[in-house]
């Protein structure tokens, strides 16, 4: 309330040229969160909602509530000690490229709040993998949400060596997230899209799949989960094709999906390019998990997101077949606490109508979720991570 009301107006109209500066005092903020012991266990306490009705194993890891934030908010995981503050059972960082990216130029963010939408077109602005690692990885505290790596080809490497880049970003970032999120969906970055093509992406998949089982086996470890993430605009070909090459190179889960680039349906007249985000990607995004989960049988378990705002949306999601949600518009619309107010939210559905888990809403085809490759070994991914060579970092 306080933030839809008050908190929220303000910084709207105070950011109404460039929103982007709302996002980096965003940031900001929640670095200084991260740093200062008090603030954080005080607004943990507040935000998180433990719940064994909640927690779940997906991907051979252990979620302790299904709502996460989405790649795109934190790019250089600089934030990610206050964003566990937040409440949320996993986040993603990124998307990181290789090398530092200056991005497209400002304003590249609009807000539609007629819309409670978003248009981006930032272009993978970040700090490159290295500086990523140096100056914020190695130096997360609190370890306590399981984090996402989101990674992705830089601008100036061409389509044919695309493969190259994100081997290049799993052995450089392997010892530091619990997942890797492929992303070859972001309509800012020419070219990219092309790699879901079934010829392209059955390469790339097979190249990251050799690299993280030298990885694993180097570091002793075992196989962390990849999960392509893919866009909203595909074709019901496309995304068959998507599937099966998918399920065939034994991909451990699909993030449905990035941002639009259609405009239909839209309140506000708007002629920016760049992704959207929000409300009007709901209906795309809850289609395609509904289709993905009855095609596959539930043989790759589904992140979805676009245009979750409530409880109620999460719901409607994990009906659809998601076993995990994640939010970004979400969070800008409804405010920094909507990982506890969907939970809280879930909860009360749960009483409502005699749910006993989060599992029971997807039905019988979900519990194959839990048996993808990074599954295998039931044990907790991070009592196994031996020291053994320069790409396995002890980050836990
Ligand atoms: C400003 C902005 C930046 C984003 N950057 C990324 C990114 O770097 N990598 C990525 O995979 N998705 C990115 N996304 C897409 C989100 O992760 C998410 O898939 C999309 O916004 C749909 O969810 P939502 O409707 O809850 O926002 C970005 C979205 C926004 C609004």
């Known amino acids: 309330m306080l933030y839809k009301n008050i908190v929220r107006p303000i910084l709207f109209r105070l950011t109404r040229e460039d929103p982007e500066i709302a996002h980096e005092e965003a940031i900001r903020l929640l670095k200084f969160i991260g740093e200062s012991k008090h603030v954080y266990r005080i607004l943990k306490k507040y935000a998180t909602v433990n719940d064994p009705r909640l927690s779940q194993r997906v991907f051979g890891l252990g979620f302790k509530n299904p709502v996460g934030l989405a790649a795109g908010f934190d790019k250089n995981a600089e934030a990610l000690d206050g964003l566990e503050a937040l409440g949320f059972g996993f986040i993603e960082a990124g998307t990181i490229t290789p090398r530092y990216q200056e991005g497209n130029d400002r304003p590249r963010m609009f807000r539609l709040p007629k819309d409670k939408a978003l248009i981006n077109r930032m272009g993978f602005n970040n700090i490159g993998a290295d500086n990523v690692v140096r100056s914020n990885l190695i130096l997360r505290k609190n370890k306590e949400s399981l984090l996402g790596i989101s990674i992705g080809k830089s601008k100036a490497t061409t389509f044919k060596n695309a493969a190259d880049d994100y081997v290049d970003l799993l052995k450089k970032l392997y010892g530091f997230g619990d997942y890797f999120a492929i992303n070859i969906s972001s309509p800012n970055t020419a070219g990219l899209r092309a790699l879901q093509h079934k010829n392209h992406l059955e390469k790339l998949l097979m190249a990251l799949n050799r690299e993280m089982t030298q990885l694993a086996e180097g570091c002793n470890s075992r196989f962390k989960p990849i999960i392509p993430k893919i866009d909203p605009d595909l074709n019901w070909t496309e995304l068959d094709d998507i599937l099966e090459v998918c399920v065939r190179q034994r991909m451990n889960g699909l993030i449905v999906a990035n941002t639009t680039i259609r405009r239909s349906g839209l309140k506000t007249e708007i002629k920016e390019t760049g992704g959207l985000s929000g409300e009007p990607l709901r209906e795309r995004a809850l289609e395609m998990v509904r289709y993905i989960s009855r095609s596959t049988g539930g043989a790759l378990p589904i992140i979805g997101v676009g245009g979750i705002f409530s409880a109620e949306d999460a719901y409607e999601m ?35 109508r005699g749910i006993k888990h989060i599992s029971e809403i997807r039905g019988p085809s979900s519990h194959k979720a839990t048996k993808g490759r990074g599954g295998e070994r039931d044990e907790d991914i991070r009592t196994c991570l031996v020291v053994r060579r320069p790409g396995c970092q002890p980050h836990y």
């Open 318 to 352: 994990f009906k659809a077949g998601a076993s995990l949600i994640q939010v970004f518009t979400g969070m800008i619309y409804e405010g920094p606490f909507i990982a506890r107010n969907i939970n809280r939210g879930l909860l009360e559905i749960f009483e409502r």
